[in-house]
């Protein structure tokens, strides 16, 4: 039995993942959401809740740290919840597998991240993304970390989803805080599950953080393109902003201010090397048209439920 703590992007393809390969699944949500599956069970309980989460992981092979706070919320959740499933897992023996990012390394010179890079985050939520797998690898238990780059796919949130897709939807020039031109590695979350689950099945990988197979870097404004040629929709304009304007609406939004803590990974190179995970597992990224088709094919299902 697997338990899954979270049902976003994530959470619900290795949930779906793993009830497709016949395992018994068990996603742990505040709501008791998640994908239906004969397989899966979903439960509704706090997973910063250390008893209910361990009573819950009883028998459990692996337990996926699959959640996904607000940045608003990292500082007030994130500890506590990291800790009931470091907990948890302590007390099953489960395999202790986290969704992990590169928030950790801070900014980088040139902007290219190997497994190597060292964590040296100035940041907040950087920081806070240290401490998680420092206390996970001092407990003690068998734990993975696998990191990715922003998210491509069906339900991901990412600049492109979050900026780009509604103006591309909409036909309308489209504005987003970042330089459109540098390179930019983006990750399917359907790599990011598959990789969480090749890691936690082998011993190779414990006690280790790897990066997940994710196609070759591409700027911002060529994802754009590329996504409306896959879509079949009229090409748009793309245009950043200037680096100040997020920190600017900092000053009075909250969510704006944590996204300005973030923007260097924007306006800067920033490319993520897997090649480690892909010669030593196996792993190869899946085509960005594959998950670009995906994120249209989402987004006409979306269309459509409006009409």
């Known amino acids: 039995m697997h338990v899954v703590v979270g049902s976003g992007p994530i959470g619900s393809n290795v949930a779906r993942l793993l009830a497709e390969q016949g395992e018994q699944v068990r996603i742990v949500t505040r709501s008791g959401s998640g994908p239906e599956h004969a397989l899966i069970e979903r439960v509704a309980a706090d997973a910063s809740d250390a008893r209910r989460l361990t009573e819950l992981t009883q028998g459990a092979e692996v337990l996926y740290n699959c959640a996904n706070p607000k940045y608003t919320e990292w500082a007030d959740k994130w500890f506590p919840m990291n800790d009931a ?25 040139g902007g290219r991240m190997t497994e190597d890079t060292p964590l040296a985050a100035v940041g907040r939520k950087g920081k806070i993304r240290i401490k998680m797998w420092q206390d996970a690898l001092a407990s003690g238990v068998r734990t993975i970390e696998a990191r990715a780059s922003d998210y491509v796919g069906a339900g991901a949130a990412s600049v492109f989803s979050l900026v780009l897709l509604p103006a591309i939807q909409k036909g309308r020039t489209a504005f987003g805080p970042a330089d459109m031109d540098q390179p930019h590695t983006f990750t399917y979350t359907g790599d990011m599950a598959r990789t969480l689950v090749t890691l936690a099945r082998d011993e190779r990988a414990w006690g280790r953080a790897w990066h997940v197979p994710s196609p070759a870097a591409i700027t911002i404004r060529a994802m754009a393109a590329r996504y409306c040629e896959v879509a079949g929709v009229p090409q748009v304009k793309v245009h950043g902003l200037p680096r100040f304007t997020m920190r600017a609406a900092g000053a009075v939004v909250p969510m704006a201010r944590e996204m300005a803590e973030m923007d260097y990974q924007f306006y800067a190179p920033f490319q993520m090397d897997s090649s480690r995970t892909e010669r030593t597992f196996g792993l190869q990224p899946t085509d960005l048209d594959v998950a670009l088709r995906e994120v249209a094919d989402a987004a006409e299902v979306t269309a459509a439920r409006r009409m």
Do not use: R, V
Request: aromatic letters at 12%; proline letters at 8%; zero cysteines.
């Open 85 to 109: 499933m470091i907990a948890a897992a302590k007390a099953s023996g489960a395999i202790y597998a986290i969704t992990g990012n590169l928030y950790g390394y801070g900014p980088q010179p």
